[in-house]
Each structure stands twice: as C-alpha cells, then as structure tokens.
C-alpha cells in the first residue's frame, strides 16, 4: 500500500472515531429552538474527514492510472507531494492533533490552541513572527464569534484562563 493511500485511510479512521464519538454527546434539551445541539460541529468534521480520505483513496487510484500511461516522475505513484517528508509532515500533524484534543481539558481552548497553532504553522514553513500573530487572531476570532456572540463557554482548563 502507497503513503497516500495510508494518509487517505487515516484520514477515514479519524473521521470514523470522530462520528462514531460525536454520537455519544449528550443533548442539553434547552427547549425547541431549531438549535443544532453540541453534536452539529463533531458530525460535521467527522463527515469532512471520511469525505475527505475518500477523496484522496480514489485520487490515489487515477495518480497511480497516469504515471503508467506517463513516463515522466511528475505522475508518480502518490501524486507529486507524498513524499518521506510530506508523510513525515503528516504523521507530525496528525500525532499533534491528538495531543491537541488531550490537552486542551487540561491546559484550556486558548492556551493550547495557541501552543498548537503556532507549532503547525512554523513545522509547515510559515515564519514565527507570522504564526504567532495568525495564533493570536485566531484565538481573538474564535473567542469574539463563539464566547462574544454565540455565547458558548470554551474548556478554560487549570488554570482559569478564559482568553
């Protein structure tokens, strides 16, 4: 089996754990009001994911149809980017995000979304000045959209850290 074909089924495993846990959230029954309930967002993402993994399991298949009809490398086997470091790249985001999920009880949405934020974007070439400024805008864009408007109480962890 290719690299992109293990990232694909990745891809659908994670998003398969997601659905399957995003079942298990409980409603809150706070009246009739067309609300989406705690499940939507986890349902949803887990959807992506599967869709997503699918996707690149059957793009993995007309890659693998174009490099035997072409002689170049350009149509390899994995597409042009699955490389040793491209899968490498992958594995570190995917071991991330689970630390990520694990932490953020602990530490709080705003702590370790930002430790996580900024460590992908410097892993995947950004330059620091740049992540840490994107990390902070995100946090802001999140906690005005959610907390501000929305008002949905965010995990502040330990150490109480609301923001």
Known sequence: MTAGRIAALSLMLLGGATLFWSFRIEELG???NQDPGPRMFPLLLSGVLVLGGMYDFICSFACNQA???NPNDEAREDGPNMTRDGL???GFVLVSLLIYVAAIGFLGFSISTFVFAVGMMVKLGVRPRLALLASVALIAGVQILF????????PAGVLGVAF
């Open 147 to 154: 907390v501000q408007l929305f008002k949905v109480q965010l």
């Open 30 to 32: 706070l009246g009739q």
């Open 67 to 69: 490099a035997e009809g």
């Open 88 to 90: 490498r790249n992958f």
